[in-house]
């Protein structure tokens, strides 16, 4: 692998499990809208795919209001619990220590509220471990746009960045902004279709990163 001076990250199921609230959230919402609740899986596979999205994806109701309250109940119900209910996923934080230890810049870009990841990481007592978040609210396109990443890498004066994420979205994000890929199996993407993407390696687990 080459020596990169930068590590970004996607946060949902590549470091962190926040399967939970996420659900919990959604069907919240969805009873405030006097909606049929989404199914679990239905649910789980639009992580990573910005909110107003994966309304329209799950009802196929567009409407600017019904979006607007979705996202307003959502977030009503996901300040009282995710923070508190969101993990790691397997070694993630050691990851992350590791590569810090070695002077590595560490950033996160996540179709995920950005304020949100830095509570998550300040409970998580992580915060310490990333340098910079970009999330919704930093960007004017979301990914698989890549302003994120040309943002984060700008902040950070990377050079020779690597960007490591669990879905196909990372994966176009990547491709989009001619930046090196890893992938992680720990989302609901498939090895396959992460393979299909141009990539330095597809792992199982996070912790392969320091293996390569």
Known sequence: MKNYDAYIFDFDYTLADATNPIVESFHYAFD???LKRASYDDIVN???IPLGEAYTLLTGDKSEESISLFKKYQKERSDQITVKETVFIGEAKKVLQT??????????????????INDILVN????????III????????????EGLFKIMDMMDAKNALYIGDSYIDAETAQNAKVDFVGVTTGTTSR????SYPNVAVLDDIAGLLEI
Not at 135 to 146: A, D, L, M
Request: glycine share 8%; charged share 40%.
């Open 32 to 34: 405030k809208l006097n």
């Open 46 to 48: 639009t992580v990573g």
């Open 99 to 116: 590569l810090k230890s070695n002077d590595k810049k560490i950033g996160i870009v996540s179709s995920r509220w950005g304020q949100r």
């Open 124 to 131: 998580l007592d992580a915060r310490d471990l990333v340098d």
């Open 135 to 146: 999330g919704t609210e930093h960007v004017e396109k979301y990914k698989p746009n890549p």
């Open 192 to 195: 396959e279709k992460l393979e």
